[in-house]
């Protein structure tokens, strides 16, 4: 297990409003969200750039093959997407009978489809997962993990997501059906006393999860162990950590947003990230 020291972490980014969601596109560029709607295109150099506005409250973002950034906005209650040039478009609402409340984070899958978490109302346990279509065709995917549902990505094997249930303190894994659809939730961990959000997986199966509360991030081994990656009492480097992403070259590195700052900040992971999909939506 590794536990890095908080003088590790540098800051790649500043000058940022509340970034909640982080991502990496394919060519390694950062991205991530504001509280007003902003979404800011981070250089090599730190260097900020924010490329569009919604005007809404973004959360989680997830990139496609052409840098079309797809993001969870919870002011707009839907799926916005932004292409390279600033231009954004609705991506999804949701259902007639099941309106987005709070899309919270998003990942794809190799077809395109993209695997939206709608947390719904803290403590209600009304959460769902919707699917999105690459041509924007929405359905309910899942609704059995409703514990307010947050960070998700997808297995190594393709064959499961890997969903964040904040509300329930655990991470969850839910399979892919032969038909497309979603099996039963199987709990991978229980991370009781913390409120946990975002999660970034390694190319050996090790999870790395973020939390809102306290201000830490988890490693989990493949085989469910849980220790402590990094955490910071005093909420000054890692200020409300959400979601964490693997960069750089090798993928050897994790940037952090700082929901609770105005930062990005990075660290060596001592792993491999698992590279994610980037299809053609």
Not at 102 to 121: K, Q
Not at 231 to 258: H, K, M, Y
């Amino acid at each position: 297990m590794t536990v890095i020291r908080l003088s590790t972490f540098g800051t790649l980014a500043t000058g940022l409003d509340h970034p909640e969601g982080v991502a990496v596109g394919p060519d390694g560029t950062v991205y991530a969200g504001g509280e007003a709607g902003q979404v800011y295109r981070i250089g090599a150099d730190g260097s900020v750039e924010e490329v569009a506005s919604t005007g809404g409250f973004l959360y989680g973002l997830a990139v496609d093959t052409h840098a079309n950034v797809y993001a969870c906005d919870f002011g707009n209650a839907a799926v916005l997407r932004m292409d390279p040039d600033g231009g954004v478009s609705t991506h999804s609402t949701g259902t007639p009978e099941r309106r987005m409340r709070v899309p919270n984070f998003a990942a794809f899958d190799d077809d395109g489809n993209l695997y939206v978490t709608d947390s719904g109302e803290w403590a209600d346990d009304d959460g769902v997962v919707y699917r999105v279509a690459p041509g924007g065709a929405t359905r309910v995917w899942s609704d059995a993990a409703p514990r307010f549902p947050n960070g998700c990505c997808i297995s190594a094997g393709g064959d499961a997501l890997l969903v964040v249930e904040s509300h329930g303190r655990a991470v969850v894994r839910i399979p892919f059906e032969d038909d497309g659809g979603a099996g039963r939730p199987e709990p991978l961990v229980d991370l009781g006393g913390s409120q946990p959000d975002g999660i970034a997986l390694a190319d050996d199966g090790t999870m790395l999860v973020g939390c809102y509360r306290p201000d830490r991030i988890y490693e989990i081994a493949p085989d469910g162990r849980v220790a402590v990656f990094a955490e910071d009492p005093d909420g000054v480097v890692l200020n409300q950590p959400a979601n964490v992403a693997f960069f750089g070259p090798d993928l050897d590195r994790i940037v952090v947003s700082s929901l609770g700052g105005w930062a990005l900040v990075e660290a060596p992971a001592g792993r491999r990230g698992l590279p994610l999909r980037y299809p053609t939506v």
